[in-house]
């Protein structure tokens, strides 16, 4: 297994799922993709199967032959492969969960349930703690995306008292904009034990600011290497140095965000700058368009080197 030797910190990428064009996943390019990662980004850890990894939009046996894959060629070459494996049924996630730990993730992550949605606390942190039991030697994230689950309980208030609850518990992926809910997790609980990735990365500088250990997200897939720099600058104290990156890589997403973008837009940015086929999403999701890839294109050509 790739039990990791230190704790996750630094830029964690959401991988996409690579899909054939008929909508098929595409376990033969992922090798590539880590390579990719590592040489192109400098970046060492993975979340699989998450958002950006269209995981809710996966079979459980889609979700376990992509975990293995990534567990496998990430071997030596990667620090930490999270999978996410929260679903909508008890059985499902903690199926997922099982296959993790065998499988020998580095650790995992769960989304609160959204169709039938938790109303408490109590609620919440019994499913975390159905799945978590299930691979009792991996780390445990929550991963807390209000916007998409439709669950607003705040952090602050589901860490309280978590550890005796789930042992693993080892932090939380954080992907909300209320950065004050998040100042009070790293208040109360930063420091020593948990880790706090944070998961918007428009506004990522903000989150270190008030102690973030790191971020999970979809644009460190292709702007890893202007983000690292930005982790450099704010570790030099060098605030000036930092907010120039964090406007770059802003002056991108600003731009994409007007034209929509979601996993499918992000999926074709991945083509164009990796090479590496990704395909299509699948439903729901359809395709970017033609115009946007340009755009896109146009405006990241435009920011790098600066
Ligand atoms: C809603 C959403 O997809 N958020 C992304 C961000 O990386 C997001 O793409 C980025 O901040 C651009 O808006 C991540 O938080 C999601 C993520 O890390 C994941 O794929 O699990």
């Not at 590592?38 to 199967?49: C, G």
């Not at 999270?82 to 499988?103: D, M, N, Y």
């Not at 140095?241 to 406007?247: C, E, I, N, P, V």
């Not at 890589?249 to 837009?265: S, Y």
Request: aromatic share 8%.
């Amino acid at each position: 297994s790739m039990a990791p030797r230190k704790k996750l910190q630094g830029l964690v990428a959401a991988t996409v799922t690579p899909m054939t064009p008929d909508g098929q996943i595409n376990l033969s390019v992922i090798r590539q993709y880590v390579d990719y990662l590592v040489s192109k980004q400098n970046v060492k850890n993975i979340f699989v199967n998450g958002t950006t990894g269209e995981g809710l939009a996966l079979s459980i046996q889609e979700r376990k032959q992509l975990a293995e894959e990534w567990v496998r060629q990430g071997k030596d070459k990667l620090d930490h492969v999270i999978i996410h494996v929260g679903a909508l049924s008890l059985p499902g996630s903690q199926e997922l969960a099982r296959h993790a730990a065998a499988i020998g993730a580095s650790g995992i992550a769960v989304i609160a349930p959204f169709f039938f949605k938790p109303t408490s606390k109590d609620e919440l942190l019994a499913f975390l703690r159905e799945v978590a039991s299930e691979a009792p030697a991996v780390p445990f994230y929550y991963y807390h995306i209000p916007p998409l689950t439709g669950v607003k309980i705040r952090v602050e208030e589901l860490l309280d008292g978590i550890k005796e609850q789930i042992p693993t518990f080892q932090g939380v992926k954080f992907s909300d904009t209320d950065l004050l809910d998040l100042a009070q997790c790293i208040n109360k609980n930063g420091g020593e034990e948990f880790v706090f990735l944070y998961g918007v990365d428009e506004q990522l500088l903000s989150a270190l600011a008030i102690g973030a250990n790191g971020a999970v997200g979809s644009t460190y897939n292709y702007l890893g290497q202007k983000t690292n720099m930005m982790l450099q600058a704010f570790a030099q104290h060098d605030l000036a140095l930092a907010r120039k990156y964090q406007f770059l890589t802003g002056e991108f997403l600003n731009f994409v965000i007007k034209l929509g973008f979601g996993v499918a837009q992000t999926k074709a940015v991945m083509t164009f700058v990796s090479g590496i086929p990704m395909g299509p999403p699948r439903l729901p999701l359809v395709k970017a368009s033609e115009e946007f890839i340009a755009k896109a294109k146009a405006k990241l050509d435009s920011i790098d080197g600066k």
